[in-house]
């Protein structure tokens, strides 16, 4: 008999270099493209989950806040994935928490589900592979199957269900890469990230990128593994002003960034022309993650804090993917 007893897990967002964006099969979230990424580590989301006898429904609480409709659904579904495997029918209490702004391009959604399924899996007494973990994360949300994995990770794109997974390209300590989080609005974006996805294909551009992304990602990936920051940082720019033109040109149009966002973009091409070398990138969202060495840290972060319409900055360096975690939310 399967023990149902509480787990707690917690999970890192993720910036990815190569990004996601329009999805081949919307169900699975498979997606058009392989992705690779980094994990934040303090940008983190802890879960608990407890399928308990004397439940009658699933509990989900997000942020101390009771949710219902779209977002219980999401979550909902991921339980009821593991009580199919797991071969039970127990209702769960679900609490999780963000340590930074939910909805509005942080990859919350990343780190959210990623951290219900390790916490639902080993609490309906699963004990799951990391490419099975990897797969039942990007059910829930595709750039989740990323940070289930340590360092820097490289999503395969796969063409079913069972080879869409996530698998390490090397791990956290590999380059001393750093992600300055530069938060320009902590607002919910207005078009969310699924909807993004969904309008993507109506770009006319959106067949052109596909046709570029393979040579992108190889070079990038390259880049990545000879520690070539200038290479590196050229790649990633043109691969996010990417993403924002196929968002911009779809119909309708999707706006994501705001005039701070540019701002800081003005601002760290600035920076480079004086060997200070920090690269943006953009989720679907307007705050801009900076991607520098740490010797160059302390200098961008400053220059960017004074930036008007910024309101705070996260620096993040690369971190071990989905962990258990004693600190249990109830």
Request: hydrophobic share 35%; net charge positive; aromatic share 8%.
């Amino acid at each position: 008999m399967i023990e149902l007893t509480k787990k707690s897990a917690t999970s890192p967002a993720n910036i990815a270099f190569i990004k996601y964006w329009g999805k081949k099969n919307s169900k699975l979230n498979i997606p058009y493209n392989n992705s690779i990424s980094m994990n934040l580590d303090s940008c983190l989301t802890t879960t608990t989950v407890h399928f308990m006898d004397n439940l009658k429904e699933d509990e989900v609480v997000i942020d101390c806040k009771k949710v219902e409709g779209e977002a219980r659904n999401r979550v909902v579904r991921i339980l009821d994935i593991v009580r199919t495997w797991a071969k039970i029918k127990t209702k769960a209490k679900v609490s999780s928490i963000n340590n930074f702004p939910s909805d509005a391009g942080v990859a919350s959604s990343a780190s959210a589900f990623s951290a219900l399924a390790l916490a639902a899996s080993s609490s309906a007494g699963l004990k799951l592979s990391k490419k099975k973990l990897s797969i039942l994360a990007r059910l829930g949300s595709g750039s989740a199957s990323r940070s289930v994995i340590s360092g820097f990770s490289e999503w395969k794109k796969g063409s079913t269900t069972n080879d869409s997974y996530a698998v390490q390209i090397e791990k956290p300590s590999y380059w001393d890469l750093r992600d300055i989080v530069t938060i320009v609005s902590s607002e919910k974006k207005e078009k969310s990230s699924t909807e993004g996805h969904g309008a993507a294909l109506t770009s006319p551009y959106f067949k052109e990128r596909q046709k570029e992304l393979i040579s992108r990602t190889n070079n990038l990936k390259k880049a990545f593994l000879r520690k070539d920051i200038d290479t590196f940082g050229k790649l990633l720019e043109e691969e996010t002003l990417d993403l924002h033109l196929i968002a911009m040109t779809s119909k309708p149009p999707i706006f994501y960034l705001n005039s701070t966002t540019f701002a800081v973009m003005q601002v760290l091409r600035e920076l480079r022309v004086k060997g200070i070398k920090g690269y943006y990138t953009m989720d679907a969202g307007p705050n801009v993650h900076i991607i520098c060495r740490q010797k160059d840290v302390d200098i961008i972060n400053k220059t960017i804090k004074r930036v008007p319409g910024v309101k705070s900055t996260i620096i993040n360096k690369a971190r071990v993917g989905t962990r258990f975690s004693n600190n249990h939310l109830f």
